[in-house]
């Protein structure tokens, strides 16, 4: 089965994507090179940046995507739109390619070097033949409309295919109303997907849920660890050597799961089938919870 993210889903996509703060995340030695440019912007060490509040709300995490970007980075820029624009070129084209090589997200490949404009150059960078535009707040609201849309159908297709199992005739109604679609916003991820489906908490399927959390919840709901094969209304989690819980998903028999990967909004809720899952997260330990339905 097909999906496709509606219209309504693309633009509340392109108005939350790029957040207004424009972060850069770069080596001491960069400090440096942009030493004349660097009155106007905080510069934060990297430790402090990632435990600071400001700067840990679900949607600048996934827009940046903070998990990928490389451990050896030591400052974060945090600057006001419009400050990498008044940067020399020279100065852009640097600091965007420190981007690119540290994984910072925001970086959107492109199929092919576009047409020589203006408003785009600066922020285009090559690396090993690949073509990639570095997006900050200000020249994501200077693209066209139509220009965002077909920038992020495709992206979102990195994170995820579109494509899932017919959700069964039988499956709950609180599971039909939101197998193969997409969020409207960020933080939902596979535990708050899980914890929806057993509770029936509508809100719930809306939030960022952590491993005590999801643990919690499931107890209270009656689930405890069980051994043995998994069934209809199991859970089934995946968990590192750490007892980590990596992955969890919800069985609706016959081998189909009530499923959600990450966190992001490029991430549908969608009926997958445990073949597809194990084959996903098979470099963990299965492991499964059960309803005692006497309690």
């Given amino acids: 089965m097909n999906m496709i993210p509606s219209n309504e889903h693309f633009k509340s996509w392109i108005n939350q994507y790029v ?7 770069i080596k001491e030695e960069d400090l440096f090179i942009l030493e004349l440019y660097l009155t106007e912007v905080l510069i934060i060490p990297k430790n402090e940046f990632f435990e600071h509040s400001s700067y840990n709300y679900i949607q600048l995490v996934n827009s940046y ?18 400050w990498f ?15 690119v090589e540290i994984n910072r997200g925001l970086v959107l490949p492109l199929p092919s070097l576009p047409e020589s404009n203006p408003l785009i150059e600066n922020h285009i960078v090559i690396k090993n033949d690949q073509v990639y535009i ?16 077909e920038l992020l159908k495709e992206y979102a297709q990195e994170w995820d295919s579109w494509d899932g199992c017919v959700v069964p005739q039988n499956a709950p109604i ?9 969020p409207h916003n960020a933080g939902s991820n596979c535990l708050s997907a899980t914890l929806y489906a057993v509770t029936q908490q509508e809100w719930m399927i809306h939030e960022w849920v952590h491993q005590k959390t999801f643990e919690e919840g499931i107890k209270r709901a009656g689930y405890f660890i069980h051994d ?17 819980i990596q992955h969890a998903s919800y069985c609706l028999g016959d081998y189909l799961f009530f499923n959600k990967n990450g966190q992001t909004f490029f991430n549908p809720w969608k009926i997958v089938e445990w073949s597809k899952l194990n084959e996903e997260w098979q470099r963990f330990t299965t492991r499964i919870y059960r309803r005692n339905k006497h309690l």
């Fill in 65 to 82: 995507e903070y998990w990928n970007i490389d451990d050896d980075i030591q400052f974060v820029i945090v600057a006001q739109p419009g």
């Fill in 174 to 182: 609180h599971i039909k109303k939101f197998a193969n679609t997409f």
């Fill in 19 to 25: 957040p207004e703060k424009d972060l850069f995340f």
């Fill in 85 to 99: 624009n008044q940067l020399p070129n020279e100065m852009k084209k640097i600091l965007n390619a420190r981007q």
């Fill in 228 to 244: 043995g094969d998994f069934q209809e209304t199991d859970i089934v989690a995946w968990v590192n050597d750490e007892g980590v």
């Fill in 134 to 149: 570095v997006l900050q707040s200000q020249i994501w609201t200077s693209l066209s409309e139509q220009l965002k849309l």
